[in-house]
């Protein structure tokens, strides 16, 4: 089974080189730790940054460097600083190859909820609606069950929705899975987590095909 860190360490290798990435809110934040040294990424956050980089070492945070999410961050030489609205024209505009979201459910058709649970109060969906309708690349990370233990893998998602059929893949403390048109497509295993595991915990279609490989860090 995965921690967080974990998590976001197995999207890393997602990640190719010559990326344009935002990640969300949440372990995708995490994600730029774990990325291999020997490829060029530039991580781009819709408040106006392009050339995002880790996190800050404690002691030596900017106040004025933050991503969406208002975390400390670090920037690379040669990072950019812009306007939202030229940030969500990058965005809107199809120019990021890659989107790494948080979730608190997702449907095994690949619509996601990752905003709001009614009677809660939210500030609002902030960017994730318009990377969900503009990217062709979403991974999503998140735990596999919510803290009640209930899947957080459905047929179909019970809050309300920011995208629709957009999921392409799920990494989580469990398992990573491709979302196909025939439901939730097991990839890998989490280390010490069984297939049987992984099928307690999903309610929404899996497809299990032979023998299913322990993920690699």
């Known amino acids: 089974m995965l921690d967080k860190e974990g998590i976001a360490k197995r999207i890393a290798k997602e990640v190719k080189d010559g990326y344009y990435v935002n990640l969300g809110i949440g372990i ?12 060029e990424v530039e991580f781009q956050s819709e408040n106006g940054i392009l050339g995002m980089g880790p996190f800050p070492v404690e002691g030596t945070e900017d106040a004025d460097l933050i991503n969406a999410g208002k975390q400390t961050i670090t920037a690379l030489p040669g990072a950019s600083f812009f306007d ?8 809107r505009g199809n120019h990021v190859d890659l989107t790494i979201l948080g979730a608190m459910e997702v449907a095994d058709n690949g619509d996601i909820a990752n905003w709001k649970i009614p009677g809660k109060m939210v500030k609002g969906m902030g960017g994730a609606m318009d990377l969900v309708a503009s990217a062709e690349n979403i991974i999503v990370a998140m735990m596999h069950t919510n803290r009640a233990g209930e899947s957080k893998l459905l047929p179909e998602c019970t809050l309300p929705l920011t995208g629709v059929g957009c999921v392409t893949k799920i990494v989580t403390d469990l398992a990573v899975l491709e979302v196909t048109k025939n439901g939730f ?10 297939t049987d595991d992984i ?19």
Do not use: H, Q, W, Y
Not at 84 to 91: C, E, N, Q, R
Not at 185 to 194: D, F, I, M, Q
């Open 28 to 39: 995708p934040t995490l994600v730029a730790n774990f990325v291999r040294d020997d490829i």
């Open 84 to 91: 939202s609205a030229m940030s969500f024209g990058m965005i």
């Open 185 to 194: 497509k097991l990839l890998e295993r989490a280390p010490g987590v069984s």
């Open 199 to 217: 099928k307690a915990a999903t309610t929404g279609r899996l497809i299990v095909d032979g023998e299913i490989p322990e993920m690699k860090l």
